[in-house]
């Protein structure tokens, strides 16, 4: 139950903390939306809602259970073969069951978490229902930010889970059975999310991404240098996004090191390549750097023309450290 590895990290956040209190106080809405790009642990923060909400504590049994969809009054949407997407067929199965009546909970819970914007449509569909609510049904969807109608987000409660102090996430990744050095290069690209950090911790192709842009600062002198070099991102293209965080860190912790120490760094298994690297970019030269890693992501949103991107940036790094040498 790969809930349960969140419950502890979930369970200190301010998101649980407001909703356990609406739950005390017999203040539950009718709807809310979850606020994260952190989908996995959005599941759990529900999962832990709808344990609170029933018990009025968190039984490990009944978590469980819950987040194995062992009731038929918890509903998850979009179903299994709808690639992720919400449809007007599913609005539809909504606006249809929400007022029958709960079998085994004193609520039927509708989790709605696609992994595409929900359409206009589908959104109006479901306005109806959330306007005029059944008091024995609650919608609890998952949002990454601004992708719902006014119309809809105005009537749900809106709980964001914020993001998550590194050294916890760093700590949750070991105590559950990630090896320190993995736990360290996956929690400094997380962006605080839990669920990505055990996604990139469990993908040996996230580990490579690192080792690509290291390899690249520690190797590559001179621009006939570079193409060899890039030939090795390009090839890494699904992971070019990470590859550019990577460089991103790297070079804040060079920076970090030069004006405060070793005890600054973030990447602790790299502390010996980052002194060595602190001999050669200094500063000033990480801090004009670190904009064209921004433009270089930029581009790769729009664009996502890996070749051209990876080597105008590896070029650019190049040409910096060159003119700040001067």
Known sequence: MSVLRYKQLIESSHAFGELCDDCRRGLCKHAYIFRSSDTDALSTLAAMFICFAEHGELKEFELGRIADGGYVDIVRLPREGKNGKMDVEEA???????????????????????????????????????????????????????????????????????????????????????????????????????????????????????????????????????LPSASGMIALKDKLDTVLDYFEIIFRDIAAFNEWGADAVVLKPSVSDIITLSREFDTRTCLRIMPLITRARDRLRLYGNAASITDELLFSILEVKAKCRK
């Open 92 to 226: 539809s199965y909504i606006t249809d069951s929400a007022y029958l009546t709960p079998t085994e909970l004193s609520t039927k819970y509708y989790i709605i978490s696609p992994t595409e914007p929900i359409s206009e449509a589908v959104q109006n569909k479901l306005l109806k229902t959330l306007e005029e609510p059944p008091e024995s049904a609650r919608f609890i969807i998952f949002s990454a930010g601004a992708d719902l109608l006014p119309t809809v987000s105005s009537r749900c409660s809106t709980v964001r889970l914020e993001e998550f102090p590194l050294d916890k996430i760093e700590q949750t990744l070991v105590e559950s059975g990630v090896d320190y050095v993995s736990a360290v290069f996956a929690t400094a690209v997380s962006h605080g999310n839990i669920g990505t950090a055990f996604t990139v911790a469990s993908d040996p192709s996230n580990r490579k991404a690192y080792e690509c842009a290291m390899n690249y600062l520690l190797g590559v002198k001179r621009s006939p240098q570079i």
